[in-house]
Structure formats: C-alpha cells, structure tokens
C-alpha cells in the first residue's frame, strides 16, 4: 500500500477529483464549492485583465458549471460577457442550477463568437475529459485570442499531461484545491500558461478520501538530516563509487557532488584504475584493493555503480555488490550493462534513467509516463527516477513524485553524474530510497537554478550545500 505523504503536496489525478467531488456532496455540496470556483477564476481574471468583452465557453459538466459562475460574477462586475454553450448541463445537477442563476446573455458554440471576444473562457470540459474533443470544439478553442482555462484546458488529459488534439496555448489557468499532474507534466504544462490554484475551502477528508499517490516534489515531503553537533563521518555517510578506467570523469563528478552534498567521507573504488584517480580532490579517498575485500568493511553500505563505467566494469562490479547486500544506486553504465533486461538490476536500490535510457531498458514509456515508470519500479522493485524537464520518482510501492525545481542549466553533459552522487549522500544519510532520490532530485535542481547562466557541470557543487540548507530550513517551515 502506498504511504501517506503530506496533502499538502498532493497532485490528485482527474478520476481522484471525482471521488474527492463525490465524498464533498455528501459533507460541503457540490453548489458551494462551484459558487467558490467560479467566483475564484472571475476574481484571477479581474487581477490580471481590464475589463473586455468575455465569452465563456460552458460543457455540460461541472467544469460548464464553473463557467456560468465565472460569468455571472464578471458580469456582476460590469464586464462584458456572453456565455456560449456547447450543450445544456443534466436538469438537477449543480452545473444546472448555476446555469439558471445566470440571467445574462448567451450566444451560439461557434468560431466567430470566439474570435469576436477579446478573451475566452474554456469551461468545456475538465477533470470529466475522457476522449478527444470533437474537432467543432477545438475550431471555437483555437478561434480565441486570449484563452483562459477552468481547472484544465479542454485538449489536456488531467492525469498524464498529454494533449489529447492539437489545440491553442493557454494564458492562463485556474485550478482549484490542488494542481492535477497534468498541470505539472508537459506538455499540459506549457499548454496550461500560468497556473493558480484556488483554495475554494474543500475539505482536508475529501482530499483524503481521493487517495492520492502523486506528489509535487519538495522539502516537506521527505527530511533532509540537518548538522548535528554529534556529527562524524560515517553519521553523515560513506558514499562509495565504482570506478572505471576509461571515463574517470564521470566518476569524478559523482564524488564532488556526493561530497558537495554533505557525505561524510567519498570513497572511490579504482583498482587498478587508481592512479588516474590518486591526483584528484584531497578530500577523496583512493582504494586500489579488491572489491572483495573492500565489502568487508560494513560502514560502507551506499554504493553508486554506473558512472563512468564500461560494460565489463559493471560485469566485474555490480553482482558483487548485490550479492554483498549493499545499497545500489545503478546508473549509466549499469543501465547499459543490463540492456533490455531490467530484470538483472533486482536488487539495486534507485536507478535513474533518462528517457533514452529508460526506453533502452523497459520500452518507449508512451504518453503515460507517470504509468511507465510504476510498472517499471515494480517490475525491479527499485525506485525509478525518470529524468526529464519534469523528473518521475517512482517507488516500487507506487508513491509517484513529479519534481518541476529544476532549470534547463541541469541540461549539460554530466550534470547526471552529479545527481547519482547526491542521491547517494542523501542514501548514505540513512533517507529511504524514494525520500532520498526526492531529495536528491530537488537539491540538484536547486544548485541549477542557484547557477546562473550557462553553468559548466561542475560549477554546480558549488551550490548544493546551500541547497541542502535550504531544503532543511523550508521543511521546518512547513
Ligand atoms: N474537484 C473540485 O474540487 C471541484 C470541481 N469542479 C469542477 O468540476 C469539473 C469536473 O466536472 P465533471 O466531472 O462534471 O466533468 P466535466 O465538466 O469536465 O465534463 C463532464 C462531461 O463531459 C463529457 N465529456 C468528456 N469528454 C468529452 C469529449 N471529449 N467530448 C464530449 N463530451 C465529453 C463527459 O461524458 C461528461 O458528461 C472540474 O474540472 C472542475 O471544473 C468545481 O465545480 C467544484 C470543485
Ligand atoms: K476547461
């Protein structure tokens, strides 16, 4: 069974909205809070608009319900408004009921009306979108000037972020109680333009009752361990890394960002290897033994493999390790060593795929890579870290985190290796694997966003102590 994480950070899909709406007509009442929804999006429009001629376009659901307040409460401001509707809401159901107290004009589901208006309101469909819209509808959608989305944009799916046709880009769109993946995920992202999400006074139950198994990645949702007067190395954590022979540098950037991150003590396991290593940081240490015997020593359980590593490295490396029962972290060429077979990575802890990456191991993800990534982490029962504009942290247990702290500076060659090095500090600190490739993803994306312009991957580490700060600071705040 999925944990419970904080609601706070909740992402509930489209069909948990629909059981987070059912629980709140039993308790609050559907009226109520599309009264608060509507009045929420008139209010965002009045913030950022002056006022113009406004036409609503309203479906037949709730998301049409919306659009019939929105409509009233604009035109009770003194706006210019029509309201076109693609088909009448079911007689008794709340969308009627805010149809009915709706006494303003209303005009034809048609292209010019849409053009002749100087914005648009979408209240077509939303969390209720189960199939492409008809191409009618994407004809009135795409006429606009000016679009402005009710919870979701008509052509977006809610759940997975793909578009559903090929549609206009949004302005703006307003949201209520808490983002939907598909707002995070692109291209519903960048479909969406500027996301607010109303707080329209729903229940924390309902929230709850919904279930939801995806979160917006944050401090909050897991706990960096701060500095601790007791601190010493090995409390803080032994990262240790598997060397190869050929790309030292890969290597190299994974221990500067494991140590850049607050481990203890970095450790790199070169063997014969070891002199390409040995004029390296200070701060780093060498070993030149067997890997064997290197596993004897127990306060070295976080291992990170790949980095760096030809297929025969990781052939001589990776069984040993988790034959030892050591914590893994696989990445580059452990993912290669392992080809379409994922199967052989049973036992590793976190592996962190990019998409090429990924589709190598499990096959294309498709649109649905929220869905890819859960099969896959169950599939190896290892936390998945699907990396991407918007990272994918899956666990084996299903619970999902979407982490958007990132910045297009991450886009450089070895900004990966840097990463695998700060999810093993955060391992080697005692964080579960999913808590830990959370944080670590986070972090990451901090120092990106703390780098400036077009930073060299190693101008990163410079930062990932701040972050790390931070990260601390902003989950006790919460
Ligand atoms: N979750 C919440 O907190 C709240 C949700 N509200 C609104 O309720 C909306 C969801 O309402 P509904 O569940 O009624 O769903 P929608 O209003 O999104 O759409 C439902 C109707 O559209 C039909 N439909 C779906 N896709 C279609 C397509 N491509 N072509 C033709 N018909 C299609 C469905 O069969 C259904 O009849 C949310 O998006 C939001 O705007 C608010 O009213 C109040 C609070
Ligand atoms: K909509």
Redesign the pocket.
């Known amino acids: 069974m999925p944990m419970k994480s904080d609601l706070r950070f909740s992402l509930p899909t489209?069909a948990q909205?629909?059981e987070?709406?059912r629980k709140?007509s039993e308790t609050i009442g559907?009226s109520a809070?599309?009264d608060?929804?509507?009045w929420a999006v008139a209010q965002a429009i009045r913030a950022r608009f002056a006022p113009c001629r406004v036409l609503v376009l309203c479906?037949?659901?709730?998301?049409?319900?919306?659009g019939y307040v929105a409509a009233r409460y604009l035109e009770r401001a003194g706006w210019s408004v029509q309201v076109a509707p693609?088909?009448p809401p079911?007689e008794g159901?709340?969308?009627f009921g805010a149809a009915a107290q709706y006494r303003g004009r209303i005009t034809d589901f048609a292209p010019e009306n849409a053009r002749r208006a100087d914005l648009v309101i979408d209240?077509?469909?939303?969390?209720?979108?189960?199939?492409?819209?008809?191409p009618e509808?994407v004809a009135v959608l795409s006429a606009a000037r000016t679009l402005v989305a009710?919870?979701?944009p008509?052509t977006v799916n809610?759940t997975t972020g793909a578009a559903?046709v090929e549609g206009p880009d949004y302005r703006m769109s307003v949201?209520?109680?808490r983002p939907k993946p598909g707002h995070i995920l692109y291209p519903g992202r960048e479909i969406c333009g500027e996301l607010i999400c109303a707080d329209?006074g729903?229940p924390e139950v309902c929230l709850e009752a919904a279930g939801p198994t995806i979160w917006l990645n944050g401090p909050g949702l897991w706990h960096v361990p701060a500095m601790s007067p007791e601190d010493h190395k090995y409390r803080r954590g032994v990262v240790s890394i598997c060397a190869g022979q050929v790309m030292p540098g890969a290597t190299r950037l994974a221990a500067a960002g494991a140590r850049a991150s607050g481990a203890g003590l970095v450790r790199i396991s070169a063997g014969e290897g070891a002199a390409a290593y040995c004029l390296g940081a200070p701060g780093l240490v060498i070993d030149d033994g067997p890997l064997k015997t290197l596993l004897e020593d127990e306060r070295r359980r976080v291992w990170l493999c790949g980095p760096g590593l030809t297929e025969p490295e990781v052939a001589a490396s990776l069984p040993l390790l988790l034959a030892s029962e050591r914590i893994v972290l696989a990445d580059a060429g452990a993912l290669g060593w392992a080809g379409s077979e994922p199967e052989k990575l049973r036992g590793v802890s976190v592996i962190t795929p990019h998409i090429g990456e990924f589709t190598r191991l499990f096959g294309a993800p498709g649109d649905d890579l929220v869905a890819a990534a859960r099969e896959a982490a169950q599939r190896i029962g290892a936390v998945v870290v699907l990396k991407g504009a918007v990272s994918v942290i899956v666990s084996p247990d299903g619970r999902v985190a979407l982490n958007d702290h990132a910045s297009p500076a991450l886009a450089t060659a070895g900004s990966g290796d840097t990463l695998a090095g700060v999810i093993a500090t955060m391992l080697a600190a005692g964080m579960a694997p999913w808590e830990a490739a959370c944080a670590g993803v986070w972090l990451h994306g901090e120092a990106g966003m703390r780098a400036g312009n077009w930073p060299i991957v190693e101008a990163l580490d410079a930062h990932l102590g701040d972050a790390r700060a931070k990260a601390i600071a902003l989950a006790c705040e919460i």
């Open positions: 489209p909205c629909g987070m709406d709140a559907i809070l599309m608060r929804a509507g479906g037949p659901g709730n998301n049409g319900g919306d693609l088909a079911r159901s709340a969308a209240a077509v469909f939303g969390a209720g979108l189960d199939r492409p819209p008809a509808v009710i919870d979701l008509s809610g559903l949201t209520f109680v329209i729903m």
